[in-house]
T-cell receptor
Framework: EAQVTQNPRYLITVTGKKLTVTCSQN?????MSWYRQDPGLGLRQIYY???????DKGDVPEGYKVSRKEKRNFPLILESPSPNQTSLYFC??????????????FGPGTRLTVT | SQQGEEDPQALSIQEGENATMNCSYKTSINNLQWYRQNSGRGLVHLILIRSNEREKHSGRLRVTLDTSKKSSSLLITASRAADTASYFCATAYTGGFKTIFGAGTRLFVKA
């Protein structure tokens, strides 16, 4: 089954404790992206990747890191989480062989709480 | 903010009625997409319209795009209770890889 998976689905952590949210897709998509969703703000793009070893900042990259060492995986790293990073996070992928991205497939979301 | 804007923020209609939601954006786009989200779950792609297209249909969905006004609308005809969800527009801007989402319209269809 074609899908985007994220782990963990729920995470409660404390300020400053490094964490990684994993994202994996099995569709051989080139484009992958991370979004955060906050009430009343819709989805905001954190980082995206056009292909292996090619990443770029979205609109809200501060406090986040990403890497794309393999085509299927695109982990999101919070080196020192803070309470303002409490949010619902989505990973998405798109086949995009040329810019810009079209239809995106979304993972189920990771609900992160930083206390 | 580069975010697109959607209106209305919330819409409540009776089953069988049509629902229309609008999206405005700010700069030149390559395509515009509409997504649906059920209650905190992942988004599901509904339809994509390219900048050189004016109207597109998919089942009960009809999307229009007016690039001169930088706006799009999503029409859901003969709505059902199962259409209750949040709907988001997303724009892919010309020459880039970013995706900009609107804040969404919450649709509630009463049975």
């Amino acid at each position: 089954e074609a899908q985007v998976t994220q782990n963990p689905r729920y995470l409660i952590t404390v300020t400053g404790k490094k964490l990684t949210v994993t994202c994996s897709q099995n569709m051989n998509h080139e484009y992958m992206s991370w979004y955060r969703q906050d009430p009343g703000l819709g989805l905001r793009q954190i980082y995206y990747s056009m292909n292996v070893e090619v990443t770029d900042k979205g609109d809200v990259p501060e406090g986040y890191k990403v890497s794309r060492k393999e085509k299927r995986n695109f982990p999101l790293i919070l080196e020192s989480p803070s309470p303002n990073q409490t949010s619902l996070y989505f990973c998405a992928s798109s086949i995009t062989t040329d810019r810009p991205p079209g239809e995106q497939y979304f993972g189920p979301g990771t609900r992160l709480t930083v206390t | 903010s580069q975010q697109g804007e959607e209106d209305p923020q919330a819409l409540s209609i009776q089953e069988g009625e049509n629902a229309t939601m609008n999206c405005s954006y700010k700069t030149s786009i390559n395509n515009l997409q509409w997504y649906r989200q059920n209650s905190g779950r992942g988004l599901v792609h509904l339809i994509l319209i390219r900048s050189n297209e004016r109207e597109k249909h998919s089942g009960r969905l009809r999307v229009t795009l007016d690039t001169s006004k930088k706006s799009s609308s999503l029409l859901i005809t003969a709505s059902r209770a199962a259409d209750t969800a949040s709907y988001f527009c997303a724009t892919a801007y010309t020459g880039g890889f970013k995706t900009i989402f609107g804040a969404g319209t919450r649709l509630f269809v009463k049975a």
